[in-house]
């Protein structure tokens, strides 16, 4: 490996963070030179963002951690146009509030991984709506897109598998990548960026922007990308049967979001640790290198690293005694993820399939059938005998909850109101 010069480069590197730079030496020299500051886009398509975009915000994070200065850049103006890479179809289309509402959301992320504030070093939280709404169209392509060959375009991975597949791709999809090659022109001349980074997916899009950079502004500026994660299944990271897990609390409880991490390949342990916390590498050697039962030790302490930093300290404790009480002592624990259903309806019965989908243990009322079919879900600890049995008041506790699982790692309470 490289003997780098800047701490950021190093770490990012012996930890496995990095797919591709667009010159490694030179960025290397100018952030052992100074302060710098860099850059990465989020669309605003959910009100939380998902365990997808980890391994970016942790990025920041050590940016910041090495005396840099990060820049969240919102996409309030992109995300109206809605990035077509390695998508088969166009992203619905949203309203200003949607988008705003997003944002809020999304912000609330951000606030647990970096600090904000005026500081040289301090994150800048920016909005690309404040310059792209106000683009004028002639200016726009006179100025901006004379600088982008179409045949070059047509080239990128995002257009060209698109196109493979015999997949619409609109005019509107097609300036995506222009908007975001402005956006880093843009950032250089506001706030003095030279580096953007992303997902490998955004390479392409990546690279054009540091070459118009240097069209409009003799800018010198840089590309570097992350790889893009699955487990060693080749399961996709940040989905399950439940759907996506989001970092925000409102979405998915830090229990939840404990679990999930609980829950990863014996494979993955290590890898994880160096992407997803902060821990030093020796001790994640140590970690890596037990075997048999003792790598669950490893994975209670990836799973708690990472929801403390998602979540706060104190949740992840939490979470993780819970999980301990719940499994060794098969403790019903209060802190348990709950949702509340109304005593009435519970009266007259409610089908168990329909209570897993609600309490978001199946994505879908036919996974919850499937799950009871195969044995996974259960009532009070008990398995549920088929896909036609009622819930009632019959199986409430005195303090009128009852347990509902999927599989022995997945559980929450249900509280009669």
């Known amino acids: 490996m490289t003997a ?3 701490d950021f480069m190093r770490i990012v590197h012996e930890r496995g963070m990095v797919h591709q730079c667009s010159d490694a030496t030179r960025l290397d020299e100018q952030l052992a030179s100074g302060v710098r500051t860099a850059y990465i886009g989020f669309d605003c398509t959910a009100d939380s963002l998902h365990v997808g975009s980890l391994l970016q915000i942790m990025m920041l994070r050590w940016w910041q951690k090495t005396g840099h200065r990060p820049i969240t850049l919102m996409g309030g103006g992109t995300t109206k146009v809605g990035d077509p ?4 179809e166009a992203r619905p289309l949203l309203s200003d ?3 705003n509402t997003n944002m809020a959301g999304i912000k609330q992320v951000f606030a647990k991984y970096l600090k904000f504030g005026n500081g040289p070093t301090d994150a800048v939280m920016v909005n690309n709506a404040d310059w792209l709404d106000s683009l004028l169209y002639i200016p726009m392509l006179r100025e901006v897109g004379r600088h982008f060959s179409v045949n ?10 698109r196109l493979e597949r015999d997949q619409p791709f609109s005019f509107l999809e097609f300036n995506y990548m222009i908007l975001q090659s402005y956006d880093f022109a843009e950032l250089h001349k506001r706030q003095n960026c030279i580096l953007q980074m992303g997902g490998s997916d955004q390479w392409g899009n990546i690279v054009m922007g540091v070459d118009l950079g240097r069209r409009l502004q003799s800018a010198d500026l840089f590309a570097l990308t992350t790889p893009l994660i699955a487990t060693s ?3 996709k990271m940040g989905k399950t049967m439940a759907g996506a897990v989001w970092l925000n609390a409102e979405r998915v409880s830090a229990y939840d979001f404990w679990q999930y991490w609980r829950n990863t390949e014996d494979e993955d ?4 640790l160096k992407l997803f916390t902060e821990m030093p590498l020796d001790e994640v050697a140590r970690l890596e290198a037990l075997k048999g039962q003792e790598i669950n030790e490893a994975k209670k302490v990836l799973a708690t690293e990472i929801t403390a930093l998602a979540h706060g300290r104190k949740a992840a404790e939490e979470a993780a005694e819970t999980a301990r009480r719940t499994f060794e002592e098969g403790a019903r624990a209060d802190t348990l993820p709950t949702v509340s259903v109304p005593r009435a309806r519970l009266a007259a019965g409610v089908a168990a399939f329909e209570l897993l989908h609600e309490a978001g243990l199946a994505e879908s009322r036919n996974e919850a059938r499937k799950l009871i079919k195969g044995g996974g879900g259960r009532l009070n600890d008990k398995p549920i005998a088929g896909d036609t049995v009622m819930v009632g008041e019959g199986d409430l506790d005195s303090s009128g909850t009852l347990k509902l699982s999927a599989g022995r790692k997945r559980h929450v309470l249900v509280r009669a109101v």
């Open 97 to 99: 509030e949607q988008i």
């Open 233 to 235: 299944s080749g399961a």
């Open 4 to 6: 780098f010069k800047s």
């Open 269 to 272: 342990v290590g890898r994880f």
């Open 85 to 88: 890479s390695f998508r088969d």
């Open 152 to 161: 070059r375009m047509l080239s990128m991975d995002s257009v060209k598998l």
